[in-house]
């Protein structure tokens, strides 16, 4: 099969290809595939109290230059689930999504924290990202542009049915999903929030879109953390906050089991 010819965009994220990547995405070290359920978390110290309580093991590890990304197994709900901290930001998160399906992931529950544009959403209250604003770039090297990104309905009902299960209050909302949070103006705020937006991290979009190429099953689920809503940032204390960050963990491990 030819290669497409692509032509020159304005933009160069205009310019998608739809074609295998040169490089192929993999485990080095891997020798058999690893169970399909994965959850990725963001709240790294979560993963160290797991493994320092001997519930997680290591099985494996993928990384970059910038050091290990350890792979951990656990046993969840008669369930063998696989752990592992995505990274920080679109491209790396993206990156560490496609080495975890090329490991055998296939069914994927994200779990981490996010800014509200709206500060009467409390710390700690939930939020399920139905779609996200494509605010990014990783995104478009994996879909044709368009302005949102949606999740995987399976799993957005899985996270969905766990949390009403236990009664555990949340909101679906559309995210948006930014590469520079330093660059989250207060004009951009207004235009987020007025497209159904409650809440800004920076990986959501860049994960929906990997899932939609590679046919994954993957959703998200954010803790209401940092306030951007104003004009001064407030940060609520919201990294502190240790019983909400273990209780979206297991949450997250709980609706990976409902797929």
């Not at 010819?5 to 995405?25: C, H, K, N, T, W």
């Not at 485990?27 to 690893?34: A, H, K, N, R, S």
């Not at 309905?153 to 766990?162: G, H, L, S």
Request: net charge negative.
């Amino acid at each position: 099969m030819p290669d497409l010819v692509l032509e020159q965009q304005a933009i160069p994220l205009l310019e998608y290809d739809p074609s295998p990547g040169v490089i192929v995405p993999h485990v080095p070290g891997l020798e058999t595939p690893l169970p399909e359920r994965w959850v990725l978390c963001f709240f790294a110290e979560q993963i160290q109290t797991l493994v320092d309580q001997g519930l997680a093991m290591q099985v494996a590890a993928t990384g970059s230059e910038a050091g290990p990304i350890p792979i951990y197994q656990l046993r969840h709900h008669d369930q063998d689930l696989i752990l592992m901290h995505p990274g920080v930001g679109a491209p790396f998160s993206a990156a560490l999504l496609e080495e975890a399906i090329a490991c055998g992931a296939h069914k994927i529950i994200v779990c981490g924290g996010c800014g509200v544009l709206n500060r009467e959403i409390a710390v700690g209250h939930l939020l399920v990202p139905e779609d996200a604003v494509r605010d990014e770039g990783t995104s478009y090297h994996y879909l044709p542009a368009s302005r949102r990104v949606a999740a995987t309905r399976e799993a957005v009902q899985a996270i969905v049915a766990t949390l009403e299960a236990e009664q555990v209050p949340y909101l679906r909302t559309t995210t948006w999903t930014t590469d520079a949070f330093y660059r989250e103006t207060a004009a951009k705020v207004r235009l987020r929030r007025d497209e159904g937006c409650l809440c800004v991290e920076m990986e959501a979009a860049a994960l929906f879109a990997v899932a939609r190429y590679r046919q994954i099953l993957l959703g998200v689920l954010l803790y209401a953390g940092d306030d951007v809503s104003g004009t001064i940032w407030d940060g609520r204390g919201w990294h502190t906050r240790t019983e909400a960050r273990r209780e979206v963990l297991r949450l997250a491990l709980d609706a990976c089991c409902r797929m």
